[in-house]
């Protein structure tokens, strides 16, 4: 199975800051890489697909990159609706698809 | 109104079964592959079953096979997981999610349910 580890697990920010999370896979997956922003109580959102698409109707602020094994994403100017928790997923096409642990976004 | 709705959670016994359902609405459920999801606090998301668009493939998580089964209903616009043989590690929200590009095998998932919660407790 493929391993993402996501990094950091909690990052404290202000409003305005930049942001950048990173994802890490055990092997290669191509660009086939998602992004997801998760509120507690609801379901996770897309947000980054294929890696640096950006998922119609999210904010421009957020951007994704990378391919191989080394993906980033990051919100260019934090805003307070953006404090959540962040997930990455690869989605290659061998099973299973599989999650990051979680970057929690937390206001400093 | 696009969406999907879970259903069917609730608490059972170990060893014991649970059938959910996800029900579409609002887009053209036939052509987009269905997923389930589960999270929780010991294990985070974790991807758990999928299924082709048009029913042909399924694959599963290695927890959960041989125990769960994924399946739809494109008629009805419905997708199910049946999940026999619980362990009190199977209880978490259970999420349907479809996928972003129609007629299209691996991709990212758009659009979720809101869960629905299953416990497996004795």
């Known amino acids: 199975d493929i391993q993402m580890t996501q990094s950091p697990a909690t990052l404290s920010a202000s409003v305005g800051d930049r942001v950048t999370i990173t994802c890490r896979a055990s092997?290669?997956?191509?660009?086939?890489l998602a992004w997801y922003q998760q509120k507690p109580g609801k379901a996770p959102k897309l947000l980054i697909y294929?890696?640096?698409s950006l998922q119609s109707g999210v904010p421009s602020r957020f951007s994704g990159s990378g391919s191989g094994t080394e993906f980033t994403l990051s919100i260019s100017s934090l805003q307070p609706d953006d404090f959540a928790t962040y997930y990455c997923?690869?989605?290659?096409?061998?099973?299973?698809?599989?999650f990051g642990q979680g970057s929690k976004v937390e206001i400093k | 109104q696009v969406q999907l709705v879970e259903s069917g959670g609730g608490v059972v016994q170990p060893g014991g079964s649970l059938r959910l359902s996800c029900a579409a609405s609002?887009?053209?459920?036939?052509?987009?592959?269905v997923n389930w999801v589960r999270q929780s606090p010991g294990r985070g998301l974790e991807w758990v079953a999928f299924v082709r668009y048009d029913g042909t493939t399924t694959k599963y998580a290695d927890s959960v096979k041989g125990r769960f089964t994924i399946s739809r209903d494109n008629s009805k616009n419905t997708a199910s997981l049946q999940m026999n043989s619980l362990r009190v590690e199977d209880s978490a929200i259970y999420f349907c999610?479809?996928?972003?590009?129609?007629?299209?095998?691996?991709?990212?998932?758009?659009?979720w349910g809101q869960g629905t919660v299953v416990t497996v407790s004795s």
């Open positions: 997923l690869q989605y290659n096409s061998n099973y299973p698809w599989t």
């Open positions: 999610a479809k996928d972003n590009t129609p007629r299209w095998d691996h991709d990212a998932f758009d659009l």
């Open positions: 294929k890696a640096s």
């Open positions: 609002g887009f053209t459920f036939s052509s987009f592959a």
């Open positions: 092997q290669s997956i191509d660009s086939w």
